[in-house]
């Protein structure tokens, strides 16, 4: 797959097939989530993979928008880390960045994902926290949820030049 047809082609999946994965593509993916750009090169995220069914349940127990979890059979969680990161609130957008590359990386891999947002809703990073047993210091940003893809999806049309400025607004 050529990248900018995966930039453009991938979708957020929420339909699984619940055949297992190989554990090489998920490393693949886990190193593209890795290669993300960061403040300072700070690299400020840790990567928590989730294949235990009763624990999936467990988060779709406290995240109202993770019903497909048992169905994708894995998730990936991407935490900052508030220790190693550039500066207050920086991890929010390096861990952004890793869960975007982890996204596109599952795509090229033929993987479906979709991105389950915890931050900046604190009672689900709480709840989350408290179920992974996270230190104080680590923070949830995602939860994306991964398997083989039960559903095709079209193609919309998203480029608006309305939204394009060039120099100033006006």
């Given at each position: 797959?050529?990248?900018?047809?995966?930039?453009?082609?991938?979708?957020?999946?929420?339909?699984?097939?619940?055949?297992?994965?190989l554990?090489?593509?998920?490393?693949?993916?886990?190193?593209?989530?890795?290669?993300?750009?960061?403040?300072?090169?700070?690299?400020?995220?840790?990567?928590?993979?989730?294949?235990?069914?009763?624990?999936?349940?467990?988060?779709?127990?406290?995240?109202?928008?993770?019903?497909?979890?048992?169905?994708?059979?894995?998730?990936?969680?991407?935490?900052?880390?508030?220790?190693?990161?550039?500066?207050?609130?920086?991890?929010?957008?390096?861990?952004?960045?890793?869960?975007?590359?982890?996204?596109?990386?599952?795509?090229?891999?033929?993987?479906?994902?979709?991105?389950?947002?915890v931050?900046?809703?604190?009672?689900?990073?709480?709840?989350?926290?408290?179920?992974?047993?996270?230190?104080?210091?680590?923070?949830?940003?995602?939860?994306?949820?991964?398997?083989?893809?039960?559903?095709?999806k079209?193609?919309?049309?998203?480029?608006?030049?309305?939204?394009?400025?060039?120099?100033?607004?006006?």
């Amino acid at each position: 797959m050529e990248l900018f047809d995966g930039l453009i082609s991938r979708r957020s999946i929420r339909k699984y097939t619940g055949k297992k994965r190989l554990k090489k593509d998920l490393m693949d993916i886990l190193k593209a989530g890795m290669y993300a750009p960061s403040a300072r090169n700070k690299q400020p995220w840790h990567f928590l993979v989730i294949d235990k069914m009763e624990l999936l349940e467990q988060i779709q127990e406290v995240h109202p928008y993770a019903s497909m979890l048992t169905e994708a059979g894995q998730a990936i969680v991407v935490c900052g880390d508030q220790h190693l990161q550039n500066g207050p609130g920086y991890w929010v957008v390096d861990c952004s960045a890793a869960t975007q590359n982890i996204l596109l990386a599952a795509h090229a891999k033929g993987l479906g994902a979709v991105w389950l947002g915890v931050h900046p809703r604190e009672e689900r990073g709480r709840a989350v926290e408290s179920l992974l047993q996270l230190p104080e210091h680590i923070k949830v940003l995602s939860i994306i949820a991964l398997g083989y893809p039960a559903e095709k999806k079209d193609l919309p049309e998203r480029f608006n030049e309305e939204r394009i400025h060039f120099n100033t607004w006006g």
